[in-house]
């Protein structure tokens, strides 16, 4: 169990998202870097879809009720245990009674914090994840506060031998990290200025030259108007050739539209079921993170990729998530 000293700004339970629900109206929802939050709960021995918290710019202060196997994944909000610092993208052990804490947002702004046993919260419509507007799902539906106490589940045999292995070199120490972490090639490098892969959307067609060719070759700034459900944009504006009355259609995690000012928004997590503002462009999954990790004031490219592509690159990445997980089985079986 764990108990919250402080908040921070924006601490959330998240899982992977509640799907099958939107044709009632009711959102995905669910983490915004899934790749951060999968590749940490398989460093603790959890299945991929078990709950994390998701925090945000200023990261909790948190304190460990009981001994516990963690792993911190996504943006480097330095993190450090008893004051001393941890690093990301490893299994670690922590002791009973130790405090976590976050310092300065150094790059990116989203980490996620797994524990062995993932956390015990109810499960509605199939997820755990908190969908904040709506007060359901997560802890009580809500961000956490201070003096909240979450309980964890219980640990597979995989994290207890992870956990093991790690005592061994506990000594009068803390906590202890695995000697090992996350291969390079398997974490996105986040920048103050990524370049995001993307597609052409259904309506690309309908704007106009300039504002096509403005869109792939001039940047985007992320506006301090951002939140789960979508980041605005600020740069050039983007307009259609001919005002078009469009009927509402379905929209995704990463989905691109351009309301009536000419300022596109990428749709998110929290975003709606349905959208009625035409869509330049749709963003490839594979570079979700590197949006979802961008902060206000942070400057967006848009680079344009066939849809071929992207599924490559997607098949990819999930080849050498599978890979990572099977090496983590056979290194502790």
């Known amino acids: 169990m764990i108990t919250v000293i402080k908040p921070g700004l924006l601490t959330s339970v998240q899982d992977l998202g509640r799907f099958g629900f939107q044709k009632y109206g009711v959102i995905v929802s669910g983490v915004m870097d899934p790749l951060a939050h999968r590749i940490s709960n398989l460093l603790v021995g959890n299945e991929e879809n078990e709950p994390t918290l998701e925090l945000t710019l200023l990261g909790p202060m948190i304190e460990f009720k009981e001994n516990a196997l963690i792993s911190i994944c996504g943006g480097d909000l330095s993190p450090s245990v008893n004051g001393k610092p941890v690093r990301l993208w490893r299994s670690v052990f922590v002791k009973k009674g130790s405090l976590l804490q976050f310092g300065p947002c150094k790059i990116g702004c989203r980490a996620y914090l797994a524990v062995a046993g993932g956390f015990n919260v109810p499960t509605i419509m199939n997820s755990s994840s908190t969908y904040l507007r709506a007060e359901i799902g997560g802890f009580n539906g809500r961000a956490l506060k201070a003096g909240d106490q979450l309980k964890f589940g219980s640990p ?7 956990i093991k292995h790690l005592v061994k070199g506990l000594g009068n120490q803390q906590f202890v990290e695995m000697e090992w972490s996350v291969a390079t090639d398997l974490i996105p490098i986040h ?5 995001i892969r993307v597609m052409r959307g259904k309506q690309f067609h309908l704007f106009t ?19 789960r459900m979508g980041y605005r944009l600020k740069g ?5 050739e001919n005002a078009e ?9 990463g989905t691109i539209q351009v309301p009536s000012d000419g300022d596109p928004i990428v749709l ?5 079921t349905t959208g009625g503002y035409p869509k330049i462009a749709q963003i490839a999954s594979v ?16 680079t344009e990729i066939s849809h071929d592509e992207a599924q490559h690159l997607l098949l990819e990445r999930e080849r050498k998530i599978q890979q990572f997980k099977q090496g983590i089985i056979l290194k502790f079986r």
């Open 287 to 302: 570079d979700l993170p590197l949006m979802a990790q961008a902060k206000p004031g942070d400057s967006i490219n848009f």
């Open 156 to 162: 597979s045999n995989l994290s207890t031998r992870i």
């Open 209 to 227: 030259k300039e504002s096509q060719f403005n869109f792939f070759h001039k940047p985007f700034e992320v506006t301090t108007q951002s939140d």
């Open 268 to 272: 998110l997590a929290d975003r709606q």
């Open 236 to 240: 050039p504006k983007l307009k259609l």
């Open 191 to 195: 920048r103050n200025n990524p370049a």
């Open 245 to 253: 009355e469009m009927i509402s259609e379905a929209v995704n995690f």
